[in-house]
């Protein structure tokens, strides 16, 4: 009877190119298979899996962990399990990597063909239907509430449990609904651990704190520029907007515009798809350069890619306005490191595309609309859970979090490095 290993290929002691990958027999399953952006440089990846993968549980669409799936495309492409729109959200996420290396002139390690292949070896698969893989393995999709789509996977081995977290918020969203769950307890819990030292203060005081830069900089005649991830995060602040009654026009420059086209086809993925559509209503798409300089200075919000500042219609602004102190760039997700968004936090100066670095005058305020869970959530399913393990993945500080958790709970509890193995 064969035993079940775990072997973390990516996401260790940092966030990005989250990868782990189980083996039971000669049956092979990646849990995500993600990329690590930098700064005009190749994204760095994943280590290779031992030999042939058969499946993938992708837990979402967000490049750090479903970006070098189309690696495994190249020779004999593994089943891709999913929910029904992250398909569509991935695909658009990849074809604009191509797009990047192109544009800064770096070598993508796929093409056109491997995303193709994507698509037709995805299936879709529903939260609380078990699936049964080759080697006796059964996985199960539960609902995540990090973003439209997101899942976390509960897998059984014979008579051993797995939980694998991805990333994971408890707490209800403008867009989605925070995750609950009902399950028996895990032998192993592989737990993304990005905000392991963190509590987020309470949603309702971070969008009282949006309302209020947003109506002071308007009113002194200066414009608010908001970096978000395309994929769900402008999406809900435009939601956070409307529901304040911001008075203040409001425009959706990027990639998110695509991205919304890709939502709304999907209701029943967001958790009040009425109040999603009525607050895109109101907002106002940019549709080229000229309207990008009619608007940049005028009293008005911006919401624009990238979320960490890293190349998009957001360089722009904030290059144009940089000397705008009537003027604020409000940070609403997360700014990893190497980044121009923590350099813009820690520094308050901007890389150019070109290389040129400039100082902002700008007001930098940061905000917290995280999606993530924090270290208060973490806890919480550790003692739901009750595993005999813990991987902590997927964090900055996963190494210090594990033996939190260790001293605490009594939990052998385990930061992994790369290629290191677990075996039940």
Known sequence: MSRLEIKALGGCREVGRAAI?????????????????RRRKPPLYPEE????????????????????????????????????????YTEMLLWD?????????YEARYGEREILEFHRNYREVEYEHGVKLRGGIEIRALS???????????????????LYTGDFNFIDTRLVEGMTLEL????????????????????????????????ETCSRRGTVIIPGFALARLEEISMV???????WPVFMDGMARNIVKITLRYPNRVRDYRLLRQALSKINYVRDQKMRDKIAGSPSVVLTTSGMLEGGPVVYYVAKLHDSSESTVAIVGYQAEDTNGRRLIEERKLELSEGDLIDVNMQVRQLDFSAHTDITGMKYLIKKTRPKAVLCVHGEEANKFASEI?????????APKEGETLKI
């Not at 907007?241 to 008075?247: I, K, M």
């Not at 260790?406 to 385990?414: A, H, R």
Request: glycine share 6%; hydrophobic share 35%; net charge positive.
């Open 406 to 414: 260790e001293d605490t709970y009594g939990t052998t509890s385990i």
């Open 49 to 88: 899996p031992d030999g042939k993968v058969n499946y993938v549980a992708l837990t979402h669409a967000h490049l750090d962990h479903s970006g070098a799936i189309p690696l495994l495309m190249k020779k004999k492409p593994p089943k891709v399990l999913g929910i029904d729109l992250t398909r569509e």
């Open 184 to 215: 028996p307890k895990v032998d192993v819990l592989i737990m993304e651990t990005t905000y392991a030292t963190r509590k987020h203060p309470p949603r309702s005081s971070q969008e009282r704190e949006l309302k209020q830069i947003i109506d």
């Open 97 to 105: 990597s191509l797009r990047v290396a192109k544009k800064n002139s």
């Open 241 to 247: 907007l409307y529901v304040a009654g911001t008075s």
């Open 21 to 37: 990958q189980l083996t039971a027999g000669d049956t092979r399953v990646l849990l995500d298979y993600g990329i690590k952006i």
């Open 144 to 162: 995540a509430g990090h973003i439209p789509g997101s899942a976390m996977f509960y897998i059984r081995h014979r008579n051993k449990t797995i």
